[in-house]
């Protein structure tokens, strides 16, 4: 990793909503997380999700996801998302994820996702110039 | 209640991301369960909500909750909902549901939730005829 | 209300997985959030729920809620979560709450939740006095 | 595959609660539904995973997950969620599963879990004879 890239990072506590019947954080919520952490690597980048929907009739549909669970998150546990642009390729977004325990660093679970850049019908677009320069900038190399 | 009321059930079995760390179902998934089994009603009546909202623009927004609790549900159990139409005057619905363990009849829920019907922009409309003869008749008096 | 009653504050941004497809949060994640607000108010009367259910086997189950919906929430939107104790009776507690969108001050939603006392075979069980004398302090007279 | 395979077989449809603002299926809840099938697949096996947990102190602990996907889900739409055993060695276990639309057999995601034999302190531990024999005969070769 390039000591230099952009990493977006957030953290939250654990919701008991997130638990399951084993004790831990039921294992699709990270799903859930890892969007929260590219969220903020995109407001990090200058931009708001929110506005590319809106604004641009920009989305990023998932299209492929990995993700390797380490370590049980419990409820309460301060946790922190970090968010990554691997790599950029016309309209195909790769991020990577890690997901680690605050108190301790560490790690609970890594992985990755694939977008395609789609418009509200679901249809191949492109990426608006804006965002693709920031991207550029930011991707992990 | 009416022996002929018209009464939406559905039954399913409860799923693991449904429970939390006390072993039974985290409390807001009733809520999610009383959608299925209003959905399940407005289908007895010969009606798919998502053509109201395809076809018709007609969303029937929540505007108040209320729920008791009466016995946990645990995971795998077979569930029931049934939802019954309480009244319809103007544009407010207002629906009944109880949510039975299938097993041995045990109360698990019941609640009432009254909506308003509303585009897709939120603002308040009248139901259309067809919805509201048949919503009509089947009005639990 | 009394303005030294001690509530318990949270603030976070609406995820895109608790939107739906009106294109708003979905109306059970008000319930999540509830209990985040919940907790947070325990954290400020010097208690974490966590131990509480951990160190006490002391759990506060929900047995009756309320909401009404005022205005929608949507993605991205930074929410404040409000919890006040409301009352307590032997092995009863019953909480308010209120969100309101952090930008405009706009109340979404306001509700009351009440709860028993119980241990993790869901029997009623007596609070303990450390937790029975702070929340006694912190009723919303 | 083996014609004679065995496969969990579910078909449920879609909740509202599932849905986002894009309106499709939120991609979490394609874990959610994996799940799903996965017990389907033991209880066809003979076996209930809730069983499994309470009665012989054996959980399947997820450690990877993969997921692609094809198209997007619709609310109301009725899904056919299948799972199937690919692999097990030691204290592994291997699954596919494939989601596809009802309507019309379109595919639209299809993935892979592996998973660990733990007791509920998420020690490794050894799959109890009778499974490991059902399991076996199950495999998807």
Not at 15 to 41: C, K, P
Request: hydrophobic share 40%; with cysteine; aromatic share 10%.
């Amino acid at each position: 990793m390039n000591a230099s890239v952009i990493t977006g990072e957030t953290r939250f506590r654990v919701r008991y909503a997130e638990t399951d019947q084993m004790g831990v954080v039921y294992h699709s919520n990270f799903i859930v997380w890892f969007e929260v952490g590219r969220v903020e690597l995109l407001r990090q980048l200058g931009f708001r999700y929110r506005d590319m929907e809106e604004q641009d009739d920009c989305h990023i549909a998932v299209v492929d996801l990995r993700l390797r669970y380490k370590a049980p998150a419990h409820y309460d546990d301060e946790v922190v998302i970090r968010a990554r642009l691997k790599n950029m390729r016309e309209s195909l977004l790769h991020f990577s994820y890690e997901i680690v325990r605050a108190a301790d660093n560490t790690l609970l679970a890594e992985g990755e996702t694939t977008h395609i850049v789609v418009n509200s019908k679901f249809e191949k677009t492109q990426l608006p110039e804006k965002y693709r320069q920031a991207f550029a900038a930011a991707v992990d190399k």
